[in-house]
């Protein structure tokens, strides 16, 4: 429903699949692929302009050989391998949980804060794993998200977008996003006055949410989400899939390696977020 109320407003977003069904206790709700409704109804967005990302394999935990397969299926739904990628809390995740983070004081910080427990939680990137993907994510996938800041200018939070990182070799692009993971931190990002100040700055936006959190009440549109959207929507913005435009920046700046100084001051900015409101 959130979907097609935003393709009638002329949004067009990115939306996040898992290619495979569960194979295994599952870490979080929501529809796969494996679901020929819901598979269907991707693809009658995607025929819409919408556009289809890689949100990992399965809604837990997947195997080298699973994650290939995911592939496989990817490219079978939707015409193409996936073009770009956000991890979900899996052990197959990319450089994720600490690996997120340099080897400095910040990256010792997270690790106390969660006592270590996710140093080697996280295991995508880490060659001979039996969650190893890295090669494929460099294969297949052009761009990557990173790091979620509160604030709706994520250009500002980042103005090397999409960035490299050659520490992070299995990753050829990086972007960041504005929070917004549930509907009432989706509203606050997009406030009236945020959506303004944004205009005013001539500057760029990229969302990171999941519409199954709030937004529909009892079968409608969430009347604040709506009425932001459609405020939003008369605005003279571009709405297109993440894709389109970080391939747009990259057209015009390319993907530059990140100075370490900005890389340390984003890094910092995050921890210091992920601390005080343990946001994504």
Excluded at 159 to 170: G, L, N, V
């Amino acid at each position: 429903m959130v979907y097609r109320f935003l393709a009638d407003l002329g949004f067009r977003t990115t939306m996040g699949v898992w290619p495979i069904g569960p194979l295994r206790e599952r870490n979080c709700p929501g529809e796969t692929c494996a679901d020929p409704g819901y598979r269907e109804y991707a693809a009658e967005m995607q025929s819409r302009g919408f556009e289809i990302g890689y949100h990992n394999a399965a809604p837990h935990y997947s195997t080298r050989e699973e994650i290939v397969r995911a592939f496989e299926l990817f490219r079978e739904y939707f015409g193409a391998y996936p073009v770009c990628a956000t991890n979900h809390f899996n052990t197959d995740a990319l450089y994720w949980g600490s690996a997120r983070l340099h080897p400095s004081w910040r990256r010792n910080v997270y690790d106390l804060v969660t006592r270590g427990r996710q140093r080697s939680r996280f295991q995508g990137h880490v060659e001979g794993s039996p969650y190893f993907w890295g090669d494929l994510c460099r294969q297949h996938v052009r761009y990557f998200r990173n790091f979620v800041y509160r604030d709706i200018d994520t250009l500002g939070a980042c103005p090397y977008q999409p960035y490299a990182d050659p520490e992070r070799p299995y990753v050829r692009g990086w972007f960041c996003s504005a929070e917004g993971t549930d509907r009432q931190s989706f509203v606050k990002t997009i406030s009236e006055a945020a959506q303004d100040r944004l205009e005013e700055q001539g500057s760029m936006c990229i969302m990171y949410t999941h519409f199954g959190k709030g937004f529909i009440e009892n079968g409608r549109i969430e009347p604040v989400f709506g009425r932001l959207m459609q405020r939003l929507s008369r605005k003279p913005g571009w709405f297109a899939p993440v894709t389109a435009v970080l391939d747009h920046l990259h057209s015009v700046q390319g993907t530059q390696i990140i100075p370490p100084r900005l890389l340390a001051r984003m890094e910092s900015r995050w921890l210091r977020i992920k601390l005080i409101h343990g946001t994504t």
